[in-house]
């Protein structure tokens, strides 16, 4: 029997998470046929090493050229299969995870699946996102309400089924037609907001992304490392995203809330809003892989 559900993963310096995601893998996928990809992003630690020791799993050997990049070619690596699992490698799948979230994916008009998610320490990992607008740019430390948050925090939210704008990534079940329609992950992005502007251009679609909490993971988080360059990443990325979605006019707006957050971090000591700063008003300071060093206002 081919495989129903192709399990994607990338991987880049991964050594300390990769085995505990894919050992959660046969109990979380029960009867589901499936089939597993890792590419790994030019690892230098462990990673490889433990990945050609097992035998559950294709690995597919690539330069760092980005997360998106790395989820497209893992896909064109897997099988033909009607579903994709994407999933990040500092991630565990509870058993029958799979099968659980497949029955709301399988539901007319749904291109996405996430499930429950929970930290090491078994609290609610707040997952849920609203879609970005300029009003959200401060988030909920700087507005203090929820409202004019991406992230959603009440915890009522994660409760019961429903749609959302998206969700973190680090747990997907996507449709594969929804997949190849929009041409997977937008590459230009490197790391950082993929995952958001594919689930907004699926729901452009018509596609919903939907919370199914019957399905659950735990998230540990951290599992590629954090520095001030992936930092600059996010907030420039962000800035990103609304340019495109929003035009310009609103991504000048975003791009001056996102000035005033990230001076604000810096003074309350957070040290990586420092370099981003410099980053945001010099752009020839941006890490040279996003491609966004020709312009104050990055495309």
Not at 105 to 111: E, H, I, K, M, S
Not at 178 to 203: K, V, W
Not at 223 to 239: C, D, F, I, P, Q
Not at 253 to 266: A, D, F, K, N
């Amino acid at each position: 029997m081919g495989a129903e559900v192709a399990a994607v993963v990338v991987t880049y310096n991964s050594a300390r998470h990769i085995d505990a995601l894919l050992d959660s893998l046969p109990a979380a996928f029960g009867d589901v046929p499936y089939t597993t990809v890792v590419v790994d992003n030019g690892s230098t630690d462990e990673t490889l090493t433990l990945l050609r020791r097992r035998g559950d799993c294709s690995v597919v050997e690539s330069v760092n050229d980005g997360y998106g990049a790395g989820m497209n070619k893992a896909v064109r690596y897997a099988p033909e299969a009607a579903e994709i699992l994407v999933l990040n490698p500092d991630v565990e799948l509870d058993a029958e995870a799979v099968p659980r979230m497949l029955r709301v994916l399988r539901r007319p008009d749904v291109g996405i699946v996430v499930p429950r998610t929970r930290e090491v320490d078994g609290s609610l990992s707040p997952t849920l996102r609203r879609t970005p607008t300029v009003a959200r740019a401060g988030g909920l430390s700087f507005t203090r309400l929820p409202a004019f948050a991406e992230r959603i925090e009440d915890p009522r939210a994660y409760a019961t089924e429903h749609p959302v704008d998206w969700a973190v990534g680090a747990i997907w079940l996507v449709d594969r037609e929804c997949f190849d329609a929009l041409g997977g992950f937008d590459q230009s992005y490197f790391l950082y907001s993929e995952e958001t502007d594919f689930a907004l251009r699926a729901r452009d679609r018509g596609w919903l992304s939907v919370y199914a909490p019957a399905a659950g993971g735990m998230h540990v988080g951290g599992g590629s490392g954090t520095s001030h360059e992936t930092h600059t990443m996010l907030m420039v990325n962000r800035v990103r995203l609304i340019r495109r979605r929003r035009g310009v006019r609103a991504a000048w707006m975003y791009y001056g809330v996102t000035l005033l957050v990230e001076l604000r971090r810096g003074l309350l000591g957070h040290r990586a809003s420092w370099p981003t700063l410099r980053a945001l008003v010099r752009p020839a300071r941006r890490p040279v892989a996003l491609g966004a060093s020709d312009a104050v206002l990055p495309r």
